[in-house]
T-cell receptor, first 115, second 108 residues
Framework: GAVVSQHPSWVICKSGTSVKIECRSL??????MFWYRQFPKQSLMLMAT?????????EQGVEKDKFLINHASLTLSTLTVTSAHPEDSSFYIC???????????FGNGTRLTVT | AQRVTQPEKLLSVFKGAPVELKCNYS??????LFWYVQYSRQRLQLLLR??SRESIKGFTADLNKGETSFHLKKPFAQEEDSAMYYC??????????FGSGTRLQVQP
């Protein structure tokens, strides 16, 4: 159990367009979801924490107007990269947890390439 | 800022040899440290957390506040332990910046 599905696995888009990435908890209700970013040959960095029904909490240095996060239900959080630029090209990973005593479960990640 | 360092990018050992994957942290307060593992073609998953003081798949990790370390150890490595290992500080449920990761290769 505790499967997190992330879609799409990869996406290529043109500069200036917006891209939406979905993170779904398939068999459990996730009160909290997290979004990470990984640059090539670098580690995962937490971007934001998404709580169902409330505004996301962004880490320092992450532009909330650039990376829109919506967590409208207990099984779905979306990350929208708005007006994408080549420097937004990266690997984005989500994770989800039932509650504060449960472990994180990770999605498979989405590779975004902005041309 | 809460930060962890994994100094080794690659650790190669033979089956049956002891393994120690290093993780050092550099921040104040009470650290909450976790180890995550990613096997080939699989997603990242939790291995163990320091507060539980548990042994998972033969791995243990002790928080050493004097040395600010949280090294992952296993006395006898197995081929199926070959994977990417990440050390990560947590604040509550939030896994913050992960370490750069160490690839463990266990040779037969």
């Amino acid at each position: 159990g505790a499967v997190v599905s992330q879609h799409p696995s990869w996406v290529i888009c043109k500069s200036g367009t917006s891209v939406k990435i979905e993170c779904r908890s398939l068999d459990f209700q996730a009160t909290t979801m997290f979004w990470y970013r990984q640059f090539p040959k670098q580690s995962l960095m937490l971007m934001a924490t998404s709580n169902e029904g409330s505004k996301a909490t962004y880490e320092q240095g992450v532009e909330k107007d650039k990376f829109l996060i919506n967590h409208a239900s207990l099984t779905l959080s979306t990350l929208t990269v708005t007006s994408a630029h080549p420097e937004d090209s990266s690997f984005y990973i989500c994770s989800a947890t039932r509650d504060s005593n449960s472990p994180l479960h990770f999605g498979n990640g989405t590779r975004l390439t902005v041309t | 800022a809460q930060r962890v360092t994994q100094p080794e990018k690659l650790l190669s050992v033979f089956k049956g040899a002891p393994v120690e994957l290093k993780c050092n942290y550099s921040y104040s307060g009470s650290p909450e440290l976790f180890w995550y593992v990613q096997y080939s073609r699989q997603r990242l998953q939790l291995l163990l957390r320091h507060i539980s003081r548990e042994s998972i798949k033969g791995f243990t990790a002790d928080l050493n506040k004097g040395e600010t370390s949280f090294h992952l150890k296993k006395p006898f490595a197995q081929e199926e332990d070959s994977a990417m290992y990440y050390c990560a500080p947590h604040r509550g449920r939030r896994a913050l910046t992960f370490g750069s990761g160490t690839r463990l290769q266990v040779q037969p």
